[in-house]
């Protein structure tokens, strides 16, 4: 009987430790997500955006594990894991393993205020968020298309977190109402998109450059930046910020952090105090040698034991080596230590414009647009060509 390696989540190190595993032929591979497609997070703020549509960020699934007759999907939701019995509870059944690929990634933290907050809020890790936010914009600007009244009164936009994801979305939503109130005469000063920064600049802790350059380019774009403070309270649609200033707003976006997905949450293992799980040098989870944990869920270290950022690189990097340490396993081999790297950051800074950070060389503007956009596409038309396969693979087989 071949080896069970049941993967959670299609996720960027879902993916990477699935087509590694599935070179093996002496393994069966169960792939589990609950959507039936791979969401390229690297592009969603484009969507939000609208400068993309939501169909160039996705990847079937289904059709992608089609490509190998040894790797199974399941389009189920997660309810739990159960470590005592080596199984995983589904919404309508039990997935049995023997060995076991943590790859859910990570959700929106959401901010402690009133319930209230959640019907007019919301993050943007998932699919569903980028079109809940891409819908909202789009209806908002038809609201003040029709209407001069609506389109002379005040619309304030808060995006709470000034990190990688929250300089994306600021920037590339402002972008997005610059563009569309040039092209329409009409004018754009009742819009006022509010980046809210805990620490003394946005992007903090990435080179000088990286933040000098999109500081200015916020700047330029016209959005409020408010550093050195957080969100206090949230009541009746205004917020209050530690610094005392009230700001009114109209939608919020999340951006401040992220958390585990809920069916981990009372999974027994050992976590850091933001919900990531510790893991050994070869990816284990602490006290379970049949358990690997990457992306993400995972509280992922450099070589030095500095933690890494929670990025599509690192993802993939470590679902790689998990898959790499599951086959030297069975094979009674020494596993691999873990020596993920950050190889370079890329940002996009609204429309044709980004900054990429290569360690020793930086670009920025049109050049690093150009040099992102390949990186993205290098990473997912391989992924298209195998999925278009796996889908003809699909038509052929009898119902």
């Given at each position: 009987m071949?080896?069970?390696?049941?993967?959670l989540?299609?996720s960027?190190?879902?993916?990477?430790?699935?087509?590694?595993?599935?070179?093996?032929?002496?393994?069966?591979?169960?792939?589990i997500?609950?959507?039936?497609?791979?969401?390229?997070?690297?592009?969603g703020?484009?969507?939000?955006?609208s400068?993309?549509?939501?169909?160039?960020?996705?990847?079937?699934?289904?059709?992608?594990?089609?490509?190998?007759?040894n790797?199974?999907?399941?389009?189920?939701?997660?309810?739990?894991?159960?470590?005592?019995?080596?199984?995983i509870?589904?919404?309508?059944r039990?997935e049995?393993y023997?060995?076991?690929v943590?790859?859910?990634?990570?959700?929106?933290k959401?901010f402690?205020?009133d319930?209230?907050?959640y019907?007019y809020?919301?993050?943007a890790?998932?699919?569903?968020?980028?079109?809940?936010?891409n819908?909202?914009?789009?209806?908002?600007?038809?609201?003040?298309?029709?209407?001069d009244?609506k389109?002379?009164?005040?619309?304030?936009?808060?995006?709470?977190?000034?990190?990688l994801s929250?300089?994306?979305?600021?920037?590339g939503?402002?972008?997005?109402f610059?563009?569309?109130?040039?092209?329409?005469?009409?004018?754009?000063?009742t819009?006022?998109?509010?980046?809210?920064?805990?620490?003394?600049?946005?992007?903090?802790?990435?080179?000088?450059?990286?933040?000098?350059?999109?500081?200015?380019?916020?700047k330029?774009?016209?959005?409020?930046?408010?550093?050195?403070?957080?969100?206090?309270?949230i009541?009746?649609?205004?917020?209050?910020l530690?610094?005392?200033?009230?700001i009114?707003?109209?939608?919020m976006?999340?951006?401040?952090?992220?958390?585990?997905?809920?069916?981990?949450?009372?999974?027994?293992?050992?976590?850091?105090?933001?919900g990531?799980?510790?893991?050994?040098?070869?990816?284990?989870?602490?006290?379970?040698?049949?358990?690997?944990?990457?992306g993400?869920?995972?509280?992922?270290k450099?070589?030095?034991?500095h933690p890494?950022?929670?990025?599509?690189?690192?993802?993939?990097?470590?679902?790689?080596?998990?898959?790499?340490?599951?086959?030297?396993?069975?094979?009674?081999?020494?596993?691999k230590?873990?020596?993920?790297?950050?190889?370079?950051?890329?940002?996009?800074l609204g429309?044709?414009?980004?900054?990429?950070?290569?360690?020793?060389?930086?670009?920025?503007?049109?050049?690093a647009?150009?040099?992102?956009?390949?990186?993205?596409?290098l990473?997912?038309?391989?992924l298209?060509?195998?999925?278009?396969?796996?889908?003809?693979?699909l038509?052929?087989?009898?119902?």
């Amino acid at each position: 009987m071949r080896h069970h390696v049941v993967i959670l989540g299609g996720s960027y190190a879902g993916i990477a430790a699935m087509r590694r595993l599935a070179k093996n032929p002496k393994l069966n591979i169960t792939l589990i997500d609950q959507h039936p497609y791979h969401f390229l997070q690297t592009e969603g703020y484009e969507l939000i955006s609208s400068n993309t549509s939501f169909d160039e960020t996705i990847v079937s699934l289904p059709a992608l594990c089609a490509n190998y007759d040894n790797v199974t999907f399941r389009h189920r939701k997660v309810l739990s894991v159960a470590l005592n019995r080596n199984v995983i509870i589904l919404n309508d059944r039990e997935e049995p393993y023997d060995t076991l690929v943590i790859a859910l990634g990570s959700v929106t933290k959401r901010f402690e205020c009133d319930a209230n907050v959640y019907n007019y809020s919301s993050g943007a890790k998932s699919l569903r968020g980028a079109l809940k936010l891409n819908q909202f914009f789009q209806d908002e600007l038809y609201k003040r298309l029709e209407s001069d009244k609506k389109a002379k009164e005040n619309f304030n936009i808060i995006v709470g977190g000034a990190g990688l994801s929250g300089v994306e979305i600021a920037a590339g939503m402002q972008h997005f109402f610059n563009r569309y109130y040039r092209s329409n005469a009409l004018s754009c000063a009742t819009l006022h998109i509010h980046l809210i920064a805990s620490r003394k600049t946005v992007l903090n802790g990435m080179h000088q450059g990286i933040i000098k350059s999109a500081t200015k380019r916020l700047k330029n774009l016209r959005v409020q930046v408010h550093t050195q403070c957080r969100i206090a309270s949230i009541h009746a649609h205004e917020t209050l910020l530690t610094n005392g200033t009230k700001i009114p707003f109209d939608f919020m976006i999340f951006a401040g952090g992220t958390t585990t997905a809920p069916c981990l949450k009372t999974l027994d293992i050992e976590q850091t105090p933001r919900g990531q799980f510790i893991v050994d040098e070869y990816l284990h989870a602490i006290g379970h040698k049949n358990i690997y944990i990457v992306g993400d869920t995972a509280a992922l270290k450099d070589k030095k034991g500095h933690p890494l950022p929670p990025t599509a690189q690192t993802a993939i990097q470590s679902g790689k080596l998990a898959a790499t340490n599951i086959i030297r396993s069975l094979q009674n081999l020494q596993l691999k230590k873990a020596d993920l790297k950050m190889k370079g950051i890329a940002i996009a800074l609204g429309g044709k414009y980004a900054a990429i950070d290569l360690q020793y060389i930086r670009f920025y503007g049109y050049t690093a647009y150009l040099i992102k956009k390949l990186i993205e596409r290098l990473y997912k038309w391989p992924l298209w060509w195998l999925a278009s396969k796996g889908y003809r693979k699909l038509k052929t087989c009898p119902i």
